[in-house]
């Protein structure tokens, strides 16, 4: 069995919010199929264009930083990530002194490696969080947020007066999406803040890069 910290230390506590962080960030889930939910804002015209442009992008590099807070502890850390379709890698540089953690994975499996310890695997993120914390989390979200679209049609959604998407909420999660830059790909956004009943998360865009275009289904993770 893999070697887990202690369960009441606070490495423990670090481990656990940062891996389900992570979770959330690199989980290659399709769309929810659920029907449509009135949106907080009339949706503008620009808005089916920009969503479809912005689903079409699968495959980037994006670095940038990313901190939480729950009801015990708080931290941050830098990342980069790398998504090639369905199958991803994602860096966590300077976590908390426990070195580099990384998510790897595609639709058949999700692996955590920490240094020091055995990896962790599971068939999917929603099955590896099951694992890890023992209740499943929301894991479908954000590599579709991280693109200034939701994840699910169900979703509640706000837009500026560019018709971009600047708030979002969906079961227990609200969020805040700005700090957009253009891209001759579109408007992607610069900053996400995130808030659900026990964690609280900021996550900062820095650098986004896209250096092929063609799919890739033999990426290594």
């Known amino acids: 069995m893999p070697k887990l910290p202690k369960p009441g230390s606070r490495l423990a506590r670090h481990t656990r919010a940062l891996s389900a962080l ?22 503008p015209n620009s808005w089916p264009a920009h969503q479809v442009a912005m689903q079409a992008l699968q495959h980037w590099q994006l670095k940038g930083k990313l901190a939480y807070r729950n009801d015990q502890d708080s931290g941050s850390a830098w990342f980069d990530w790398t998504q090639r379709g369905d ?15 990384t998510i790897s994975g595609d639709s058949q499996t999700v692996t955590l490696s920490q240094p ?32 200034g679209i939701p994840a699910s049609t169900s979703a509640s959604l706000g837009f500026n007066a560019k018709g971009l ?8 999660w609200n969020l805040r999406i700005g700090r ?42």
């Open 87 to 101: 199958s991803f890698k994602m860096y966590l540089s300077g976590p908390f002194g426990v070195g580099t953690v």
């Open 116 to 147: 020091g310890r055995d990896d962790i695997s599971a068939a999917s993120a929603t099955a590896l969080t099951r694992r890890l914390f023992g209740a499943p989390l929301p894991v479908e979200q954000l590599r579709y947020w991280v693109k």
């Open 22 to 43: 992570l979770l959330i960030l690199i989980a290659g889930c399709a769309p929810l199929q659920e029907q449509a939910k009135p949106t907080a804002n009339i949706t």
């Open 165 to 172: 998407l600047t708030s979002l909420e969906k079961n227990d």
């Open 180 to 221: 957009y830059t253009g891209d001759i790909r579109g408007p992607l956004p610069g900053k996400i803040t995130g808030r659900s009943d026990n964690l609280t998360f900021t996550l900062l865009l820095k650098d986004w890069s896209f250096p092929d275009d063609t799919p890739n289904p033999s990426f290594d993770r």
